[in-house]
């Protein structure tokens, strides 16, 4: 599978962005796919995942951010509203887990990335 995010950018507090993750060389619908991110020193993170119509969200963006997927795009979503600046990090989209079942929430867990979108919410 080939993954490439974009749709980063800087945005004030409070403002909104939507990331968009463009999938290639395997159908989208029956293949579970990720967001993470990464900020400057820290370890990448889970953010949120979509298996089938199931989604599981980290606790930090629940009720903020949103992921969606367009199959005849095909494209997976991240819609990110009442952003704040502990949000800002490099945003990468995962395909490929190595186990089946729900989507795993470690990163080391994907077996494919796309090259990273930054993100930057300036207070």
């Known amino acids: 599978v080939q993954l490439q995010a974009f749709g980063g950018g800087l945005v004030q507090a409070g403002g909104s962005l939507r990331l968009s993750c463009a999938v290639s060389?395997?159908?989208?619908?029956?293949?579970?796919k990720a967001w993470f991110r990464q900020a400057p020193g820290k370890e990448r993170e889970f953010v949120a995942a979509i298996k089938w119509s199931s989604t599981d969200y980290a606790d930090s963006v629940k009720g903020r951010f949103t992921i969606s997927r367009d199959t005849a795009k095909p494209t997976v979503y991240l819609q990110m509203n009442s952003l704040k600046p502990e949000d800002t990090a490099v945003y990468y989209c995962?395909?490929?887990?190595?186990?089946?079942?729900?989507?795993?929430?470690?990163?080391?867990?994907?077996?494919?990335w796309g090259q990273g979108t930054h993100v930057t919410v300036s207070s």
């Open positions: 060389g395997q159908p989208l619908s029956t293949h579970a």
């Open positions: 995962a395909g490929d887990p190595k186990k089946g079942g729900p989507p795993p929430r470690r990163a080391r867990e994907w077996g494919s």
